[in-house]
């Protein structure tokens, strides 16, 4: 599935614009785009916007203005100006508690109208997933089983601690010295070249197994609980792992992902279908509209 980059352009620049012209620079079906509307998507500044990142938010501008239409035309979606105003009094108060909305434009270097085009398309792609809930095929038992089946690390969450050593004749004489009663711990603290668990007695804490390289993740995952396993060789040396724990997700949990990348699917191939049905012309002093790969205002040749 294309990835859409609709909801990120304003927000994670720090670019400059200027006032620039009010020519119209590109068409979305019957609505034009003026170049100071694209340029007035950031904060006023003297510094003027370049030409690549004009092209970038003039593709910001376009999809944006693409999925508006569309979503209005397919779903009657028409933000009121007092919802667009909760949105940014949100994103405000989500910033900082005692933020100003100056505050916040200026910590995002977008304009005000910037961040009203950019609140719109928040509450245009909430309204979206509500009205498109439903439409995906809701994952059976069968599926969730299939998942735990095919990515075990993934569904899993290891307690491990572990000695790490260079050659497999130190991890053999670790495995003698525990074999005999001593605790891991002091082991671990006394020989493992890990810098970071070593002064801890080894302790890696708690996560999934597919967070390690692939001989270890497969050692944590098999290993008996409270036993340190044989050496296991990896790309860093020599193992010896002890699982103090081991869970696997339960059915509920991994119903939810499923369910989410379901719909999600849904809803991203609804943005897709809405960008790439637009009718589109661009300027062509300035740049061509391309969909494939992704949807961006390629420079003029």
Known sequence: MKRIALLIGVLAVALAACSGSSSVVATVGDQDIDRSEVEGLVRDTDQAITDADFLTFLGVAIQWEAVEQYSSAEFDIDPSDEDVQARIDALVASFSPTATL??????????EFGIQKYARQLIIQEAVGEAVEGSYTVPTDEDVAAELAAFPLDWTEVCTAHILVETEAEALAVSLRLDDGEEFADVAAEVSTDPGSGANGGDLGCTSPSQFVEEFANGALEAEIGVPTEPIESQFGFHIILVNSRTTADTEAVFAYLDAEAQSAVIDAWFVTAIESAEVTVDAEIGEW????????????
């Open 290 to 301: 391309v969909t494939d790969p992704i949807p961006q205002v390629l420079p003029a040749t």
């Open 102 to 111: 100056d505050d916040y434009l200026e910590s995002v270097n977008a304009s």
